[in-house]
């Protein structure tokens, strides 16, 4: 009985850190709509028989790789293909694609065989982050012709994204407990193809009594029975012992089919110990447990936020402390280098490219801190890198790093390094809009020590309330002890005894992603993929906290009229 006993307890032991959502689910899957209009007449009694090519591009190799390609659609120079691409989506990776146009002439799968209408290059997320999901471009590729439009449309495709919220209470489990009652808790176990079982929830242990009532829990519905909804889920009830050898009260199964119908007699479930029917004759069972309460909904992903026009605000802050080094000196990490970006550049450039996707008018407020400004040399922990307090905001990657290059001509690299003005800063404007139609991003970027440490955890303990999230690039080779503090992956950051609501700071040491063949594209691929990897879910969390649902995505415009599409 014992070694059984403990068999089962082996069985529940990983729950403690089961998280029903990690590790299994692939990424997600966004399905591109191609259609074209105007595109060029190349046949001569009729008109055009196009398709479309998709290309896409590994990060390492630059190398462009065909995908897939469209059916082709007889004698139309407006074509809306029935085809679609069926591409995995990662916020955090540029994912350049490249789109060819071709007039088919013959059966032949050789495109050097037929027309070529024209060609655009875009970034999945510029699909996903326009208007509605939804981006045209004119095709280019052909010198002196205007080639048309295409249009591409982005839809995520469904993976099951219900969570089943449900409630149990018991009534008559054994007594198990020598000078009291039972502590009862449950296992829900999904069964799988092969027929074994996998954990997928733990209840918690309800103190002393036989007819426990659990609290209501969530789970992923894909989590409870992987899509099938007449697949087993097993339940399994124990009495909890502080030495970790629960005593096991018995089973029963039922089916997510079954839970849906919700309170009524058939889900009322007698609790079977099979031991104890064979030893006992006249054993009924060891209690029953209820379903009181089930109820689905639809979990709201990233997507459905951007989709529904929350916009991306990137800010950035650069340190101009002095332990930078003189930026006229190959060792500052300031330096200027006209034949290769510096590691502030590169860091900004990485992370910056793939955000200003998500912004529409992709207008950045770009600050620096630790500097002594012109012309009195004052210190300053925020000043816009364009020199205009009343308008700090630069025109594209491209804008920032002028503006970043012409301060470091105007400005005295001083200290102390703190963190906390340009915190507070993105925090007032992020405090302003928390209708889920806004979430704010800053990117500091900084060589070391921060001297601000209590200042800047209360704000960002502040910031935790609100729509945005931090990321510390650290770039150099200081220790960098206090910003993994500040990162609350191991331990929620506090501040006078209050901890952070969500953890919203993400702190990578750039030289960590610096490739040793002095690949900087693979350096910076590698740096965005992990800084902005937390962004979806931190906004998600967020989103949740407020209770903000995603607004419904506006209504389709007719593909014709499509000036109306672009924001005034």
Request: aromatic residues 10%; contains cysteine.
């Amino acid at each position: 009985m014992e070694g059984d006993v403990m068999d089962k307890v082996e069985a529940t032991a990983t729950v403690r850190d089961f998280d029903p959502i990690s590790g299994s689910i692939p990424a997600t899957k966004v399905e591109i709509t191609v259609s074209c209009r105007d595109l060029l007449d190349r046949d001569t009694f009729s008109k055009s028989d196009p398709l479309v090519v998709l290309y896409t591009q590994g990060v390492e190799c630059k190398q462009w790789r065909e995908f897939g390609r469209t059916e082709v659609i007889d004698n139309t120079l407006n074509p809306d293909f029935v085809r679609k691409y069926i591409l995995d989506y990662f916020f955090e990776e540029k994912q350049n694609l490249r789109f060819d146009v071709y007039d088919i002439d013959s059966k032949s799968p050789d495109l050097a065989k037929h027309d070529f209408l024209g060609q655009v290059h875009c970034t999945l997320g510029e699909i996903v982050g326009s208007p509605a999901s939804r981006l045209e471009k004119p095709l280019g590729g052909i010198p002196g012709k205007k080639c048309g439009t295409i249009i591409l449309s982005a839809e995520e495709l469904g993976n099951c994204r219900d969570y089943a919220t449900m409630q149990f209470c018991a009534n008559k489990l054994d007594k198990k407990d020598f000078f009291g009652k039972s502590d009862p808790f449950m296992v829900f176990y999904r069964s799988n193809e092969d027929g074994t079982f996998t954990i997928c929830h733990k209840t918690e242990v309800v103190k002393n009594t036989l007819n426990p009532v659990w609290q209501p829990f969530s789970i992923p519905v894909r989590a409870l029975c992987n899509g099938d909804y007449d697949r087993t889920i097993k339940v399994e009830v124990y009495d909890w012992d502080r030495d970790g050898s629960h005593d096991f009260i018995g089973e029963f199964t039922t089916s997510y089919k079954e839970l849906c119908r919700g309170q009524n007699q058939l889900n009322v479930h007698e609790v079977m110990n099979a031991k104890k029917k064979i030893k006992k004759k006249r054993y009924i069972n060891s209690g029953t447990v209820s379903l009181l309460s089930f109820n689905v909904e639809s979990e709201h992903t990233f997507l459905d936020y951007i989709k529904g026009g929350t916009q991306i605000h990137f800010t950035v802050a650069i340190d101009f402390t002095a332990s930078n080094g003189n930026p006229s000196q190959s060792t500052s990490l300031h330096y200027m280098n006209p034949y290769q970006m510096n590691a502030y550049a590169m860091a900004l450039k990485a992370v910056g490219e793939i955000i200003q996707d998500y912004d529409s008018d992709k207008m950045f407020p770009a600050l620096g801190f630790g500097a002594k400004l012109p012309p009195d040399g004052r210190v300053s922990h925020e000043f816009p890198l364009n020199g205009n307090i009343e308008n700090p905001y630069c025109n594209g990657m491209e804008g920032i790093l002028d503006a970043y290059h012409q301060s470091l001509k105007t400005v005295q690299l001083y200290g102390p390094t703190n963190f906390s003005p340009v915190v507070n800063h993105v925090a007032r404007y992020a405090a302003a809009v928390q209708d889920g139609s806004q979430y704010f991003v800053l990117l500091i970027i900084t060589d070391g020590v921060i001297s601000d440490m209590a200042q800047t955890k209360e704000a960002i303990v502040n910031a935790a309330k609100l729509p945005m999230s931090i990321i510390i690039v650290g770039v150099g080779q200081a220790e960098f002890d206090a910003m993994v503090e500040l990162d609350g992956d191991d331990i929620r950051i506090s501040s006078r005894g209050k901890l952070a609501e969500r953890d919203i700071v993400q702190f990578v040491p750039f030289r960590d992603y610096m490739d040793r063949t002095g690949n900087h594209v693979l350096s910076m691929a590698r740096l965005a993929k992990d800084v902005l990897a937390e962004i979806p879910d931190q906004l998600i969390l967020y989103m949740k906290s407020r209770a903000i649902k995603p607004s419904p995505v506006p209504p389709a415009y007719s593909v014709d009229n499509l000036a109306q599409t672009n924001p005034v």
